[in-house]
């Protein structure tokens, strides 16, 4: 069956700072009780957050704006494998399938939402951009949820032919 867009997938507009619309969707997978604008002003401010960062940074290879890291943080986080439970002949096993694209990005961004949300303390930009610029590193809990279910995926290999 060939993949048919949503209505929602083809109403989404851009966000009206960065007009980009994978920020658009992470906005709204922020969005808690269909308050889009509170969503939004946290985004921003993480975003000013990681600018702010960034004129501190001497590396030449380092990104030149927010949106570079929020998209290279996705890149990171996003997995390749994941394993699903599949019940075969009275056992359950673990068996690694390959991610699609969209599922891709739907993890990542909850896998980065929930790193920081998980963090107490501080206000949620602070956390929210501290956890996109360690993913745009390659470190924090979105990274370690990924290497985990990677981790997960290589462990149960042998079941791969259950696919």
């Known amino acids: ?41 946290l985004i921003y401010a993480a975003m000013d957050i990681i600018d ?22 996705l890149e990171n986080a996003k997995p390749f494998v994941e394993v699903r439970s599949k019940r075969i002949g009275g056992a359950n096993y673990q068996v690694p399938i390959q991610v699609n694209k969209k ?17 107490k303390g501080r206000g949620m930009a602070s956390k929210l951009a501290d956890e996109i610029f360690s993913a745009a590193k390659g470190e924090g809990k979105a990274m370690a949820t990924r290497d985990q279910t990677h981790r997960m995926a290589e462990a149960n290999k042998a079941f791969a032919h259950y696919a």
């Not at 004129?55 to 949106?67: G, N, Q």
């Open 103 to 119: 599922r891709q990005q739907s993890l990542a961004f909850r896998w980065i939402i929930n790193g920081a949300r998980a963090e």
């Open 1 to 41: 069956m060939a993949f048919k867009a949503t209505a929602s997938a083809r109403q989404l507009q851009p966000d009206p700072r960065f007009n980009d619309i994978v920020l658009s969707k992470f906005i709204n997978c922020v969005m808690e009780r269909g308050k889009k604008a509170t969503a939004q002003r």
């Open 52 to 73: 702010q960062k960034l004129s501190k940074e001497t590396s030449p290879e380092a990104p030149k704006s927010a949106i570079e890291v929020f998209h290279r943080a």
